[in-house]
């Protein structure tokens, strides 16, 4: 009977454990995607409130403070047409760090120039009075 009641022990923390991670995949993908429609739309606010104090953003126009973010932001340099994601997975390397990692593709122009179609992306998001914030991104145009 003891071994049964452990093992029923087992089963439901492995079921709280795996729905608390299918919500923090579902949130992150939310904030996430979030970051792009603002990021479309020149909406610096939303990256004033989304990403951490001491985030930076890496792409191939460089590494770029939380700051710098904001105001590239909302110069609005870009045009993000449309974009979708795939393969999206958060890894947890402790309770109040995560990895988001997805491909994208995307359809836009920055200045006279298209943007990649297809990207690879990893997010670093940390937790800091309850709430997620963003860390660290970056992107790697795919070959």
Known sequence: MKRIVGLM?????????????????????????????????????YFEGFLADNAILVSD???????????????????????????????MLDPNTAIATYQATQDGTCGTMTMPAKIYASSVYIKKNG?????????????
């Open 61 to 91: 126009m460089g590494m770029q403070t939380k700051a710098e973010s904001v105001k590239g932001v909302a110069a609005k340099p870009c045009t993000l047409n449309k974009y979708e994601f795939s393969n999206f997975k958060v890894t």
């Open 9 to 45: 022990a087992v089963i439901l923390v492995c079921v709280v454990a795996g729905a608390a991670q299918k919500t923090l995949d579902a949130d992150l993908m939310k904030m996430e995607k979030g970051a792009w429609d603002a990021f479309g739309k020149g909406d610096s606010k």
């Open 131 to 143: 709430k997620w914030w963003g860390a660290l991104h970056q992107e790697t145009p795919a070959m």
